[in-house]
């Protein structure tokens, strides 16, 4: 078994158990691409067994703490299997569901989704495209499913030196698939779209917005980033008048109509946009166009902490622009997917955005990923959405500004 050795000082992470070990920690040692690797602090005392990868920063990928644990097949039958367990404690009414979410599930770079009786997974970590085969054998023994497609198409890949894959890796069928979700349906493709072919972490927060529309009686609502329109159609079957969405995706607007007529809706109370969201919310804005409900659910603008301040100021632009086409006792349920952008930083941005519009509001909940999307106690990365909803109260009095926002504070 080959060894590196951690340079004096860098094994605290892994004595925490956080399963990540960064090229700069390395003090010796090597291994191929995925090659199990024995990580050792500098005195030469065990720290655990890692997937080793030549190419990315995250150089090694902790499997395991225990120094009696063989990594082979019976371990990621158990791992999987434990992963599995634990999502038939939680309450997830849909039959599409997240399996395995990486490090916060013990398999570090492996991503698995269940859309009715299809399994997708993403193999995005060097460890796991050496363990492939095995883990896809594992994934059908542990679920009793025949059909696994693989979408290893993140640009996450490039980072561990590893070239794209798509395609069925064992059995096949049809990728389209209708997901039954709370009250509603949604149609998706597996072998296209964003992810694994859906958002399954937002499906709790599709239900929460559904609930506030119905309880708040929205008449008009707007969706941005609407992607295929899953907070549409929750707005809908709220009851809402009215629902605007936008998305710069032709594709996308076409699956969200689709998934408006699939649930019986009457098309008439929807707008479909293909648009620039940045661009429409300016325009409503001049034309003194308002909502009782908007949505800001926008792609990842910081992938890492080093693009932060950038995100920062496009995340408040957006939110900025929400509060003032947002009527006053309407709601904002806004949102960040960036690894990047901290809990509190984003509540920051928000609050600097509601400075800005020259509006104040009640915080009434603060969202997440759905359950079968956790974090865990050692690795708290795995809360990469976080969200707000957000009542708008009264307008402040107007004061000059000169707001700016940083990782530190907002000013």
Known sequence: MKTIRLKDGKERSALRSHPWIFDSAIAKGGADSGETVRVEAHSGSFLGWASFSPSSKIRARIWSFDESQRIDADFFNAAIRRAIAARSRFDIQSNGLRLIHGESDGLPGL????????????????????WKDVIADALLAQTGLTKLFERSDSGVRGLEGLQPVTGWLRGEGPTAIILREHDWQLSLDIAEGHKTGFYLDQRDSRKKFSDYTRRLQFQRVLNC?????????????????HVTSIDSSGPAIERARANVALNGFDAERTTMM??????????????????????????????????????????????????????????????????????????????????????????????????????????????????????????????????????????
């Open 111 to 130: 991503i698995v989704d269940r859309y009715d009786d299809t399994l997708v997974a993403q193999f995005l970590s060097s460890g796991t495209e050496r």
């Open 225 to 241: 980033y609407c992607y295929t329109g899953g907070f549409t159609v929750a707005a809908l079957a709220g009851g809402a008048a």
């Open 274 to 411: 293909d648009a620039d969201v940045n661009g429409s919310l300016r325009q409503f804005h001049k034309e003194g166009r308002t909502f009782d409900a908007i949505v800001l659910d926008p792609p990842k603008f910081a992938p890492s902490a080093a693009h932060a301040d950038r995100a920062a100021r496009a995340y408040k632009d957006i939110n900025r622009l929400a509060f003032k086409i947002l009527e006053p006792g309407g709601v904002l349920f806004t949102y960040s997917c960036s690894g990047g952008i901290g809990a509190e930083l984003f509540h920051k941005i928000v609050a600097s955005a509601g400075t800005d519009a020259h509006v104040d509001g009640y915080i009434s909940e603060r969202m997440q990923g759905a359950p079968d999307h956790p974090m865990t106690l050692t690795f708290p990365e795995g809360e990469y959405l976080k969200g707000l909803v957000v009542m708008k109260a009264a307008d402040l009095v107007e004061k000059p500004s000169h707001a700016t926002i940083s990782n530190d504070s907002v000013l």
